[in-house]
């Protein structure tokens, strides 16, 4: 079949204008350009190559209501001022926009009944899907398995095993962590940390520990837990040093405690890191690169589970959901706080 000739071109090119040049029905043309499998290679083919003569770009929304969708998802945080969140958000928002979605974010600030508002809110928006992401990395109540779009949870992860949860490996974390230690000659480690009751706490303390248990060693005395604070740092450090003198590097729970641990190390004249190497978790760029030395620190990775949360919301959308608890790795980033760099 000869195509017909092409419209005019005083006007935007329509849907209707492509399904003449290539000679097909307006419903073919639609299949073809959304990548429905009904339609033969050639035929698509051809529809293809008369949008672009025509310079033809599908409505967005004729495109998502002929899909199903609206081409929305929300975004939903308990913490947006946290900024182990904010990061997670900025990937997912990345991961979106690289794929036309908009985003409706919601903050429930750790109040479940305004969640459970927002939730209903964004439904009635007709949203497509909905990301979680929590403040911490302890499971969390799952909203249910009666929502009528797919749900990915990112850092904390759900209670129920048949949802999706994105979280950093907290345990590996340790173990990479203790294993950048030891390749710097160190071998008696001490342990600083946070609360006991966040499940991060605990993870990194285990990893590590069982990584010094692979090398045949321990942690210098017991890990310290308290508060994910300065001045913690500042207070086990003393403690530390009135039983450990010997002690030569300081594994710390976070930024804020490491600097801390650094500051009464300088105190009592010893250099870091030619006495005492100290290393922080979390990367926290306000705080590792005002440390005198820089600090080295464990990044968690909280853009890429971010990115990787939206593109499983993607394949759920598509039918392809997936269930389970799923782990990303982190990285050491090496500063002047565990080694003299050129």
């Known amino acids: 079949m000869t195509p017909a000739p092409g419209p005019a071109r005083s006007h935007t090119a329509t849907l209707t204008d492509v399904a003449r040049l290539a000679g097909v029905s307006v419903a073919t043309a639609s299949k073809a350009l959304n990548g429905r499998s009904q339609v033969r290679a050639e035929t698509r083919q051809r529809v293809i190559e008369a949008a672009e003569r025509l310079s033809f770009r599908p409505n967005q929304l004729a495109r998502g209501l002929l899909a199903g969708r609206t081409g929305t998802v929300g975004l939903l ?10 990061p997670i958000l900025m990937g997912a928002e990345d991961a979106f926009g690289a794929g036309e979605v908009a985003v ?15 939730v209903r809110a964004l439904l009635g928006r007709r949203v497509d899907g909905l990301i979680v992401v929590g403040s911490r990395t302890d ?18 992860p759900s209670d129920d095993p048949a949802d999706l949860s994105i979280v950093p490996d907290n345990v590996d974390a340790g173990r990479i962590a203790v294993e950048h230690l030891l390749a710097c000659g160190r071998t008696r480690i001490a342990h600083i940390t946070g609360d006991p009751g966040y499940l991060a706490a605990r993870d990194r303390s285990d990893g590590a520990r069982a990584a010094l248990a692979g090398a045949g060693l321990d942690f210098v005395g ?20 009135e039983r450990h003198a010997d ?3 300081v594994l710390c729970g976070s930024d804020q ?34 440390s005198r030395p820089p ?22 959308i598509d039918g392809i959901p997936r269930s389970g608890v799923e782990t990303l790795p982190c990285r050491v980033v090496i500063r002047g706080s565990t080694a003299h760099l050129s």
């Open 247 to 249: 002690v030569d590097a």
């Open 139 to 156: 499971p969390r109540p799952s909203l249910g398995r009666d929502l009528p779009v797919p749900v990915v949870y990112a850092y904390a």
């Open 257 to 290: 405690i490491a600097r801390g641990v650094i500051e009464v190390l300088r105190e009592r004249g010893l250099r870091v890191p030619e006495d005492v190497a100290v290393m922080g978790f979390d990367n926290w760029q306000v705080l590792t690169s005002a």
């Open 222 to 241: 017991e890990p310290r837990f308290a508060e994910w604070s300065e001045g913690w740092g500042r207070a086990a450090t003393a403690m530390l040093l």
């Open 104 to 118: 409706f974010l919601c903050d429930a600030r750790g109040d479940a009944i305004r969640e459970q508002h927002h």
């Open 295 to 316: 600090l080295t620190s464990v990044d968690m990775n909280l853009e890429q589970v971010g990115r990787a949360a939206a593109q499983a919301l993607f394949g759920a």
């Open 77 to 86: 945080t308990s913490d947006l001022e946290g900024r182990f969140s904010i």
